[in-house]
């Protein structure tokens, strides 16, 4: 299977389309569909994260999807491992299409991951702890005065908290461990590869913020305020796929932050946020083959996936 295996991203901002797109080249390719949406991972999460349907999945092979159960909470590097360890069980038909809008998981597969020194968990804990004491804010000056040219955004806490735990536990700047790192990271994706992914133009801004209200009042009726009270009934409050787009803002509402009449322009807006920063990471990747959200060129698509298989 190794051997013979050929990956394509499929990519893009949240409610683009790449799920359909994805199994529309799954099925007139033969090939199989892995999940890369950072919150399609987990059990029970299934209306807020546009998972596929039970219906779907019959249809084309999924894997990695809802498969990773509260309290726990998936990483980078264990979604790695769980990549490779599937595609070496022999369960997967190639060509893998992997879908998902979680730019950071993307990079992290086709390009590798360096390999960092474990941290004590008395140092994960201090960071957790003073993350909750003094705030993002601090915790992000913190890391900003020790390393000026860090671009992690101070609303990633998780990877902000990880550089933090490697500033204390080695005094030591993600960036000069990078640079430090052999240049030919042995991690990266060994299998040949190609991107594609649906976008649109800023002029059809307003017409894609119809799109995804139009996908937020599908999930309000079916089932995202439900979906949520359970996971919260079960005290799983500080789960961090509740903090995701949808979910954040359907917890806020059921305690009583927001009227139910403000839910769904609060989701809206809020994925347009998430929206803005994913086409702001996939627009540096130059090797992405984009198609319009609203005249997508199927043709062309299917013609240049067809054209990598053959080479």
Do not use: C
């Not at 893009?12 to 890369?36: C, D, E, R, V, Y």
């Not at 960092?116 to 994960?124: M, N, W």
């Not at 052999?182 to 299998?191: D, G, I, Q, V, W």
């Amino acid at each position: 299977m190794s051997e013979k295996t050929k990956v394509i991203f499929v990519v893009g901002p949240t409610a683009s389309g790449k799920s359909a797109l994805a199994m529309q080249l799954a099925k007139k390719f033969n090939g199989s569909i892995i999940n890369i949406d950072s919150v399609q991972f987990y059990e029970g999460l299934i209306v807020g994260s546009a998972a596929p349907s039970e219906d779907e999945k019959k249809q084309v092979p999924h894997y990695l999807f809802s498969y990773v159960k509260a309290p726990h909470e998936m990483t980078a590097g264990q979604y790695i491992r769980d990549f490779y360890e599937l595609i070496e069980s022999g369960k997967v038909t190639s060509p893998l299409f992997v879908v998902g809008g979680t730019g950071f998981y993307v990079q992290a597969l086709e390009k590798g991951m360096y390999d960092l020194p474990e941290v004590s968990e008395e140092i994960k804990k201090e960071v957790l702890a003073d993350f909750e004491t003094f705030g993002s804010e601090k915790m992000f000056t913190e890391l900003k005065e020790f390393d000026p040219e860090t671009e992690l955004h101070p609303n990633d806490h998780y990877r902000v908290g990880r550089a933090l735990e490697v500033k204390r536990a080695f005094n030591l700047k993600m960036s000069e461990f990078k640079n430090s790192a052999a240049s030919e990271n042995k991690n990266k994706l060994p299998y040949p590869s190609m991107k594609i992914g649906l976008t649109f133009e800023t002029d059809d801004k307003e017409k894609f913020v119809q799109r995804v209200h139009q996908r937020t009042l599908k999930m309000l009726d079916e089932g995202i305020i439900e979906e949520t009270k359970h996971f919260l009934e079960a005290g799983f409050e500080n789960w961090a796929p509740l903090s995701s787009v949808g979910y954040h803002e359907t917890k806020a509402y059921l305690q009583g932050e927001l009227k139910r009449e403000e839910l769904a322009q609060a989701i809206t807006q809020a994925t347009m946020k998430l929206v803005k920063k994913q086409k702001t990471w996939f627009k540096r990747d130059e090797a992405i083959l984009w198609s319009d959200v609203f005249t997508p060129d199927f043709g062309v698509l299917e013609n240049k996936v067809q054209d990598f298989l053959r080479n």
